[in-house]
């Protein structure tokens, strides 16, 4: 992973692996200080007595882990939630659920936070299960800034400002139309495995966090009765490949199968992002470019970025794919780009048109640095005369992404009454650095085999994916293309793109419209 900004040393290092860094939005946090309920702003509700799901109620045993026993019970809460949609009472539990291995023996101890409507018919009312990427990233992401029934605002006249976010009512709450169970993997947020030295073997790789996943959401719906409700998967970045194994195993090895899939700013085929080398990843990653220059502009429209995505699959790939230009023919080619890109034709003369978004001299432009996560978020470049990439801060990653831990565990502490002393880890970068990516035969993680099994053998299964225009980690042309070349159910899977970038929901607007499609999708719109 070379020209890598903000990298990790303990990461991989090859130039076509910095997508694997770059698919986590912030770094692991401390505890944030107890402050009260009203100060947050929050829907009303004050805790009640814990009560523990039955997977929280077996015997203390034998522990290869100390941190567990600073887990506390199981605390549910009672809350109220109003908003333009209407108003809705609910239940929130934030506790933990008990993985075991093959032999019965207790093997981790995952947390979650689950928000059930109350008076809702349990058979027909969707219960959805959320988890972010990383893939060793919890999931205060998707928790505070898109779905759950409280939001993380960052300042409007400075969005890049995580020291003044604040936590307020989500007015676009996905509980307006489904029960909420986010969970976070093994080893991130407080969720901990039973035996450490065996955890990389247990949960650390493609495979087994599928399994993981899939087990615990089991459990939870055999605790909470949910068996018969409609069921869906959310995941974000990494956890688009998480949610396309996790639904493979929950398939194959639970015997449940699902009603759909929503994956935001998703990896789905590793190979094809982030590589630099690949004519086919170079037109998948120009689009994003292209609409975040078009931004700037105030020129973007649907029909711009679908001219961006043709040129990018056609003349363009054609191009940087065929034989050598003559000098001639490489300075008008170039030219273009530039123009199209807004970076200047010296830069894209250097990258032979096929741009690097980590390098320092694309990404950094009039003083400004821009981010990989939003191609139109920038702030002002530390290093403007040039730095090696590594030292140079990523605006997103190193910047007001980091908001979402803190303001998770004050949260969860104080008005979900889930205290404790342990650290939340927002990324736990030895569980990124311990990940295996493979599986069977295939050297990195690939989504697309699977999907297209799990859209065979489930004809009613139904999958939205949701990207930004302006994501440079996760472009949403890779997700297009994938969609446009998929031999079996195709009309069961639909893409939407919004203004935004790989946190499509840090935008409010954004965030309205991304509740708004995913209401429609479980309401059975096509």
């Known amino acids: 992973m070379s020209r890598m900004p903000h990298r990790d040393p303990a990461l991989p290092t090859r130039r076509h692996g910095w997508l694997i860094h770059c698919l986590v939005a912030a770094t692991a946090l401390g505890v944030m200080p107890a402050r009260s309920q009203e100060a947050h702003g ?69 947390f979650y936070v689950a928000y059930v409507a109350d008076g809702q018919q349990a058979q027909k009312r969707p219960v959805s299960f959320f988890f972010n990427g990383g893939p060793g990233a919890g999931s205060a992401f998707l928790h505070l800034g898109a779905a759950g029934p409280v939001v993380l605002n960052f300042p409007t006249s400075n969005p890049t400002d995580g020291a003044n976010a604040q936590i307020g009512p989500n007015p676009d709450s996905w509980l307006r139309f489904t ?61 688009g490949i998480r949610s396309i194994k996790t639904a493979y195993a929950l398939q194959t090895e639970q015997n ?34 292209i609409a975040s220059a078009q931004e700037h502009d105030h020129t973007l429209t649907p029909q711009s970025a679908d001219d961006a995505y043709r040129y990018a699959f056609g003349p363009y790939l054609s191009t940087i794919a065929g034989p050598p230009l003559d000098a001639d023919a490489a300075h008008q080619f170039y030219a273009k780009v530039a123009g199209m890109t807004g970076l200047p034709e010296s ?4 990258e032979r048109a096929q741009l690097d978004p980590q390098a320092h001299d694309v990404r950094s432009r009039d003083g400004r640095l821009y981010s990989l996560y939003d191609g139109t978020v920038s702030i002002a470049d530390p290093y403007p005369e040039g730095i090696d990439n590594a030292d140079s801060p990523e605006p997103v990653l190193a910047g007001y992404g980091l908001a979402y831990g803190n303001a998770f565990t004050g949260y969860v502490g104080d008005v979900l009454g ?109």
């Not at 449940?256 to 992002?273: C, Q």
């Not at 990843?281 to 470019?289: E, N, V, Y």
């Not at 830069?347 to 250097?350: F, H, M, N």
Request: charged share 20%.
């Open 42 to 110: 929050l829907p009303t509700g004050s805790p009640v007595a814990a009560v523990a799901t039955p997977a929280s109620t077996d015997k203390p045993e034998k522990s290869d882990n100390a941190l567990i026993g600073e887990l506390p019970s199981n605390s549910v809460t009672h809350h109220d939630l109003t908003a333009a949609w209407g108003h809705v009472g609910y239940t929130a539990t934030a506790g933990t659920l008990t993985l075991r291995d093959a032999d019965g023996a207790p093997s981790a101890r995952v």
């Open 418 to 526: 889930f205290r404790t002393a342990l650290r939340y880890d927002l990324l736990n970068l030895k569980v990124n650095s311990a990940w295996d990516y493979k599986q069977g035969s295939e050297t990195v993680a690939r989504g697309m085999p699977d999907l297209r099994k799990l859209l065979a053998l489930n004809p009613s299964l139904r999958v939205f994916i949701a990207n930004g225009y302006f994501d440079l980690t996760c472009p949403f042309a890779g997700s297009r293309w994938l969609i446009e070349h998929m031999p079996v159910g195709r009309d069961r899977v639909r893409l939407k793109v919004y203004p935004g970038g790989h946190m499509i929901y840090t935008r409010p607007d954004s965030r309205a419209a991304l509740a708004h499609d995913v209401a429609a999708l479980y309401a059975g719109s096509p």
């Open 179 to 239: 029960d909420m169970v986010f969970i976070d993997a093994v080893g991130t947020g407080y969720s901990l495995p039973e035996k450490p030295a065996k955890a990389a073997a247990e949960f650390y790789g493609v495979k087994q966090d599928g399994s993981a996943f899939a087990d615990a959401i089991r459990i939870w719906l055999e605790a909470n009765r949910r068996e018969r409700s409609p069921k869906y998967l959310v995941g974000e970045s990494y956890g």
């Open 347 to 350: 830069v894209v003369a250097k």
């Open 256 to 289: 449940i199968p699902l009603a759909g899939i929503v994956m935001v700013s998703p990896a789905i085929e590793m190979s094809l992002l982030g590589n630099t080398d690949n004519p086919v990843s170079d037109a998948i990653l120009l689009p994003s470019l």
